[in-house]
């Protein structure tokens, strides 16, 4: 079942803006996963979170995880072109099984 | 050159016939799963397995089958009990010491 409910759906922003999504989930979790998805092709993982973690950086990426308020946050920044794109969040518990949500599909014009 | 691989990239199948989807991988990885995606949705699980000869049904499994005799493949079948199989396949697997699942490049099937 799908746990994960991303916000806002879809998002478009100028390229060099700043672009955050939100993540909401329902039950306890032993981790958060970000991936991204390009037209047609299939999942890149970018970032995970575990529920003992608020804050977690890489390259141009920013993700926090809020436990008391089962929520997530993505904020990717100084986006370019390439950043186009679908990106998911997928809970993770102890039984090697992800629940992803609908995904914010976000488009960075040029 | 590591990873998952699936194929074909895209399968047509006519009504009442069964098809089946490879995925292969070369990371050694014990788990592998099968998604299904349909246009602007999520990922929902059809089947997983943790380990050679064993696997589990996810969420929507009626209508698909899977075997898993190696520990690097696990084919995924889908059967003419599948009533609306058009849709997006990914392949995906997971090591033991790690959460992150790793994707093949999926496969479009389309029912004619």
């Known amino acids: 079942s799908q746990q994960g409910e991303e916000d806002p759906q879809a998002l478009s922003i100028q390229e060099g803006e700043n672009a955050t999504m939100n993540c909401s989930y329902k039950?306890?979790?032993?981790?958060l996963q970000w991936y991204r998805q390009n037209s047609g092709r299939g999942l890149v993982h970018l970032i995970l979170i575990r529920s003992n973690e608020r804050e977690k950086h890489s390259g141009r990426l920013r993700v926090t995880l809020d436990t008391s308020k089962k929520s997530s946050s993505l904020l990717i920044t100084a986006s370019r072109a390439a950043d186009t794109a679908s990106y998911f969040c997928a809970t993770g518990f102890n039984d090697y099984k992800l629940s992803f949500g609908a995904g914010t599909t976000v488009t960075v014009r040029a | 050159d590591g990873g998952i691989t699936q194929s074909p990239k895209y399968l047509f199948r006519k009504e009442g016939q069964n098809v089946t989807l490879s995925c292969e991988q070369n990371l050694n990885h014990d788990a592998m799963y099968w998604y299904r995606q349909d246009p602007g949705q999520g990922l929902r699980l059809i089947y997983y397995s943790q380990i050679v000869n064993d696997f589990q049904k996810g969420d929507i499994a009626e209508g698909y089958s899977v075997s898993r005799e190696k520990k690097e493949s696990f084919p995924l079948t889908v059967t003419s009990a599948q009533k609306n199989p058009t849709a997006f396949y990914l392949c995906a697997s997971t090591g033991t010491s790690t959460d992150t699942q790793y994707f093949g490049p999926g496969t479009r099937l389309t029912v004619l």
């Open positions: 039950t306890s979790i032993n981790n």
